[in-house]
T-cell receptor, first 115, second 116 residues
Framework: AQSVTQLGSHVSVSEGALVLLRCNYS??????LFWYVQYPNQGLQLLLK??????LVKGINGFEAEFKKSETSFHLTKPSAHMRDAAEYFC?????????????FGTGTRLQVTL | SAVISQKPSRDICQRGTSLTIQCQVD?????MFWYRQQPGQSLTLIAT?????????ESGFVIDKFPISRPNLTFSTLTVSNMSPEDSSIYLC?????????????FGPGTRLTVT
């Protein structure tokens, strides 16, 4: 079975500061990893995904994540936060082909961006 | 990509009643899922909605409590039966669709259910 742990249910950064949202996974087989964003009263939107190709994955809105097998981590980063980045972020893992399978989600991290 | 709509967007229901949530996709999709997001918690998969056959439920979820229909490749319903306050959650429909050369999971906006 696979699982995901997101450290920090709330993260607050200043506008322009680095964003770092942590995600660690547990999987008995090579995982596929995803980051989703959920804006208020909206559904989840895929930010980026790792599917065993390049370990550094670039996504939308300037976000990127690096798969580190030795650390079982897939942390999400953005060099400079914008006010519009304020949302809930979910890390998810799947052990089947790409996203065409069931996802196991972390508990989410709410990102607050302050002036 | 796939555009998903859900009805209702929110509802307040009395305990003991049932609510049916609809999920409509703008294109034919093979795989559809129903998730639950309880307050302050993560998303949990309820079941996979199978077209033309019974849904496949995850551990802890049963058909009597969450009956699911999938009459065609663009539509599904989830019913929350005999509701209790513990059923207060956001219920999300998800589909797998083709994005370029790969597949992605798309999520609907969710249905926010409050049971009093």
């Amino acid at each position: 079975a696979q699982s995901v742990t997101q450290l920090g249910s709330h993260v607050s950064v200043s506008e322009g500061a680095l964003v770092l949202l942590r995600c660690n996974y547990s999987s008995s087989v090579p995982p596929y990893l995803f980051w989703y964003v959920q804006y208020p009263n909206q559904g989840l939107q895929l930010l980026l995904k790792y599917t065993s190709a390049a370990t550094l994955v670039k996504g939308i809105n300037g976000f990127e994540a690096e798969f580190k097998k030795s650390e079982t981590s897939f942390h999400l980063t953005k060099p400079s936060a914008h006010m519009r980045d304020a949302a809930e972020y979910f890390c998810a893992v799947s052990v089947n082909t790409g996203t065409a399978s069931k996802l196991t989600f972390g508990t989410g991290t709410r990102l607050q961006v302050t002036l | 990509s796939a555009v998903i709509s859900q009805k209702p967007s929110r509802d307040i229901c009395q305990r003991g009643t049932s609510l049916t949530i609809q999920c409509q996709v703008d294109s034919q999709v093979t795989m559809m899922f129903w998730y639950r997001q309880q307050p302050g918690q993560s998303l949990t998969l309820i079941a996979t909605a199978n077209q033309g056959s019974e849904a496949t439920y995850e551990s802890g979820f049963v058909i009597d409590k969450f009956p699911i229909s999938r009459p065609n490749l663009t539509f599904s319903t989830l019913t929350v039966s005999n509701m209790s306050p513990e059923d207060s959650s956001i219920y999300l429909c998800s589909v797998v669709g083709l994005a370029g050369h790969t597949y992605e999971q798309y999520f609907g906006p969710g249905t926010r259910l409050t049971v009093t």
